[in-house]
Structure formats: structure tokens, C-alpha cells
């Protein structure tokens, strides 16, 4: 088993590494980009809720329940029409194009929430308890279609809720809790998304990174998922800790080929009772074509950080909460440059559904100058921090701020802005100025990708990968990639919200970002970086 810190450094990308022959695609072993299956029970699902409010307010909400501490408002019940709008607006097909795609025969489709390569090896699975419209059961969500495919019969919410910490398994059917200060809201929740990787799927392209891509790009899911849910005005949170394999076997998965990443509960409800036993269940996809190369070493890395019983998680949060934050270091005494980003009050209200359905990944900037305050507005939405069980988020404790990740920036062509490179401290909303940078440099960066160096501004999360694996094990590196993954879902977000702005996901040099960023960030790696700007 690879452990985190030499997983990352195996992984690195140098210039050295390219141009690589061995990096020519087949596309006849291209994966298929949607999982179907053959044998399961197909459930419809009726219409979807668009989430209108403002996607500024709903992609910077940090408390699991977005009207804790307001008054309460009657809610409509979670039902069929909620599961249908979160697994839409999450992980759904907005369009698609019927020409083939690289000489395949297969149609490209363009989802909700952004993806390494337009891959899309992440899934959504439902967990639910009997809904209006939808009975209880364990489904998988199938986008092409907006349908559900029943994997199991019955509530086996109490499944989730031990493997979780969030009872043990002899609690009885009121849902009491053996850790309640530690409870994630699995237990009473009438639905739980669970979101996978599928790990081919992105390592026929991204090889053995593709571990690290699974946390991107499910990290941008769940920030479109608690976006909806928040939109809504239900509670939401991300479940990082869990038995995996209890989880693997109740969606019916073979860890060496997809796995479990996060569980995300909505809503809160009626606690459940004991579930059925979890069978072994046989389904049957349709298949992929034969790879043409094996790569195990994402398996591998999860497996490494897998937590084994209820009891374990437990464990391993509490070590968690203890520790945060890590892998971030301190401010300086650099020039302040203030972003002064606009307050609720003035901010735009452009509807969260329509920032996801303009999202798209942005290479074409204009020559002109991008708005201070729109980058501070940006930025700042962006970092508000992840509303997770390993934050102590509750029903009355909002995420606070970034745990894991700095958040620097590379800015060319702002207003108001002198190119360079900052240190973004949300606390103060302000950059702190590190030194001069050049568009040249933003290009360089991001692996020569021009795109790169036409943007206004590039943005990397960084982490120190070494501190967080040995305060936190090797789930810790989850949550880092995690937590940089849901940041790169919201700066996606919010830029779209301003119809102007466009942006795009780019990977990156991993040292020679540190190198670049250093003495300030020589401890730390980046994350994520996502590269914006005004789009023309």
C-alpha cells in the first residue's frame, strides 16, 4: 500500500515529464462516460426545482442548516421533486452533442458541475427513507435519463448512520447516538447523497493522478449539491469519515474499480430505525471497453486511508477536530491590497441556476481589465470554508473558514491590482503581496497552457501534505483535496454568477509552483488552480 506523502510525490508533474510518448491516448479503450445498468429497476423521476436564490448567498453558505439562528420558515418536505433537483443540479446532463467524440462513436455530454476531461467518473447513489414519490431504498442516479436505478428495497439509512459513528450498532430505533456531539446528520436525514469514483474512467487519461482528480471532481460535485440543497433552504453537510467498506457493499461496489469518497446528508427528519441486513447484491453494467493498461495505484491510496468501523471514525474525527487547522501557514507583514468584495446587500442575484447553467470551462479571455471588487467577491465566496463533519458542523455551528488549504494568486490584468503574486487572506479580504509575477509565468505554471497566461488571475489552493498526513493520517489528505476540490467547485460558481466572468480548471508544475510561491508557501503543494477572468 502507498502511503499520502509518497502517493502525492509520485504523482508530481515536472517539465521533464513532457512531452512523453507513452501519454498517447487509444481512444478504442476510451470508457464509456456514463455507468448503466442492465439488470436493476428503473424508477422516473418527476420534474426538477430550479434554485433560485441568489448563487453568491447559497455557494458562501458554511452552516449545515442555512436558516439556524433565523426564524424558521415552514419547509416543503424533502420528496421525489428534491432528490430529482439535488441529483440534477449536481450531477446532471445539461446538454449533449450527438457528433462523436475524439473518432469514437460515443456523444460527448456536458454535465452540471465541472470534471478532469469532461471524464465524469464521478456517480451519485440515493439513500433515502420512504419520500413522497419515491420509496425507501439505496438507488443510483442516472443522469442521461433523470431516473434512479433501484439497487436495494428498504430504509437502510441505519446503515449509514453506523457506519458513519453516528450510532452504534446495537442503538435502538430512535436513532440515538453513541457520539451525538460528533453526529454528522446521517441518522436522521431522509436522504443521503453518496458520491464515487470510478476510477478507470479518469485513469485512462490521467493515469495513476486520477486519486487526485477523484477529490477535484467530487469536491466540485458537492459544492453544486450543498449549493442546491442550500438554495432550497435544507441543512447539508459532507460526511468525510465513514467505514468504507460498510459503505462499498451497501451501494453494491468493488473498491478495486469505483469506491466511496463522500456521503452528503440532506434535510432532517424522522431518525431511523434498524435497517435490513446488507446482502451481497450481483448487478450487472454495461460494460467499458478492454482497457489497455492497469493502473492501482489510486486503489491503492484510498485503501491506505479506509477506516474500517464505526468506532474508527469516531476515533479519527475527534483526532481531527483536535488538530485543525493544518497545513496552512501564518500571514506576513507584506502590502496589503484590499479586494473590498460586496456584501450581501449589493451583491449580484443572478439565480445559483443559472451560474450552473453557464458554468463551463473558459479559454478564450478578453483584453481588458477584470474588477477588483469582482475578484475580491470571487475569492471571497469561494473560501467561506466546507460545512463537514470533521469541522464539528452541527445545527447550530456553521464551517470556519479553510482548514486544510491557503489560498494564493497570481494576478495579471486587474484593476487597481499590480501583477504579482498574493497570499489571499479571507479574514481580512485583502491579497498580501509576495512578489512580482508576469503572464509568462501564469502560462509556465499550468503545464504551457496558454489558457493559463490569458487568464486575469490564477488561483492555487496549497497544502502542506506531509504535516496534515502525519497530524491526520491518511484521510487527511482526503480532506485536503477535498476541501480544495469544493473551493474550485465555488470559484467556478460564483464566477459565473457575474456574466462577464468565465474560468476554467487547469492541473499544473507541481514544484515549480512551490518554488514560484516560495519562501512563503516552500512547505506546501498546491491542491487545485483554477485560472479567470472576463471572458469574451
Not at 25 to 41: A, C, G
Not at 309 to 316: H, I
Not at 365 to 389: H, I
Amino acid at each position: 500500500m502507498v502511503r499520502a506523502p509518497e502517493y502525492h510525490e509520485r504523482t508530481k508533474h515536472a517539465t521533464s515529464d513532457f512531452p512523453d510518448p507513452d501519454l498517447e491516448l487509444d481512444f478504442e479503450t476510451m470508457p464509456r462516460p456514463l455507468e448503466t445498468y442492465r439488470d436493476r429497476p428503473r424508477v422516473s423521476l418527476p420534474g426538477v426545482r430550479s434554485p433560485v436564490l441568489s448563487a453568491l448567498s447559497v455557494v458562501a453558505e458554511a452552516d449545515t442548516d442555512p436558516l439556524a439562528g433565523a426564524e424558521q420558515t415552514e419547509r416543503d418536505p424533502v420528496d421525489a421533486v428534491t432528490v430529482a433537483s439535488l441529483c440534477y443540479w449536481a450531477a446532471g446532463v445539461k446538454h449533449e452533442t450527438d457528433h462523436p467524440t475524439d473518432g469514437t462513436d460515443q456523444p460527448s455530454y456536458y454535465r452540471m458541475a465541472s470534471c478532469t476531461g469532461n471524464l465524469h467518473h464521478v456517480e451519485a447513489y440515493v439513500v433515502c427513507g420512504d419520500l413522497d414519490g419515491l420509496d425507501a431504498g439505496v438507488y443510483h442516479f442516472d443522469p442521461a435519463t433523470l431516473s434512479l436505478d433501484l439497487l436495494r428495497e428498504g430504509d437502510y439509512r441505519g446503515v449509514l448512520a453506523t457506519a458513519t459513528g453516528d450510532r452504534s450498532p446495537e442503538a435502538d430505533g430512535e436513532g440515538s447516538s453513541a457520539a451525538a456531539d460528533a453526529s454528522p446528520g446521517v441518522a436522521d436525514a431522509p436522504v443521503t447523497v453518496a458520491v464515487t469514483s470510478e476510477w478507470w474512467r479518469n485513469a485512462w487519461k490521467y493515469r495513476e493522478r486520477t486519486y487526485r482528480h477523484a477529490f477535484w471532481d467530487s469536491g466540485t460535485v458537492v459544492s453544486h449539491l450543498l449549493a442546491a440543497a442550500h438554495a432550497f433552504d435544507l441543512p447539508a453537510s459532507v460526511v468525510a469519515g465513514f467505514d468504507d467498506s460498510a459503505v462499498a457493499d451497501l451501494l453494491g461496489l468493488d473498491p478495486r474499480t469505483e469506491a466511496p469518497l463522500e456521503l452528503v446528508p440532506v434535510g432532517r427528519g424522522t431518525p431511523t430505525g434498524e435497517s435490513p441486513s446488507v446482502a451481497p447484491i450481483d448487478v450487472e453494467t454495461v460494460p467499458h471497453p478492454p482497457r489497455d493498461r492497469s493502473h492501482d495505484l489510486p486503489h491503492e491510496a484510498w485503501a491506505t486511508s479506509a477506516l474500517s468501523d464505526g468506532e474508527a471514525v469516531s476515533a479519527w474525527r475527534e483526532q481531527v477536530r483536535e488538530a485543525l487547522p493544518v497545513g496552512r501557514v501564518g500571514a506576513g507583514d507584506g502590502e496589503r491590497v484590499p479586494l473590498d468584495p460586496v456584501d450581501h446587500g449589493t451583491e449580484v442575484a443572478r439565480p445559483v441556476r443559472s451560474a450552473m447553467e453557464r458554468r463551463r470551462s473558459c479559454r478564450s479571455f478578453a483584453d481588458e481589465l477584470l474588477s477588483r471588487r469582482k475578484l475580491g467577491t470571487v475569492l471571497d465566496r469561494a473560501t467561506r470554508g466546507v460545512p463537514g463533519d470533521w469541522t464539528g458542523g452541527g445545527d447550530d455551528a456553521g464551517a470556519p473558514g479553510l482548514q486544510l488549504n491557503d489560498v494564493y494568486a497570481i494576478a495579471t490584468d486587474v484593476a487597481d491590482v499590480p501583477d504579482g503574486r498574493y497570499q489571499f487572506h479571507p479574514e481580512e479580504a485583502a491579497l498580501e503581496r509576495l512578489g512580482d509575477a508576469t503572464s509568462a509565468d501564469q502560462t509556465r505554471l499550468a503545464l504551457g497552457q496558454e489558457w493559463g497566461g490569458d487568464a486575469h488571475v490564477n488561483v492555487y489552493c496549497m497544502t502542506d501534505v506531509d504535516r496534515v498526513a502525519e497530524a491526520l493520517g491518511d484521510r487527511g489528505y482526503r480532506l485536503a483535496q477535498l476541501e480544495a476540490g469544493v473551493v474550485l467547485g465555488r470559484l467556478y460558481l460564483a464566477t459565473y454568477a457575474h456574466r462577464p466572468l468565465g474560468g476554467t480548471g487547469l492541473t499544473f508544475y507541481d514544484d515549480e509552483v512551490t518554488d514560484f510561491l516560495s519562501p512563503r508557501a516552500e512547505d506546501q503543494t498546491p491542491t487545485t488552480m483554477f485560472a479567470m477572468g472576463v471572458a469574451e
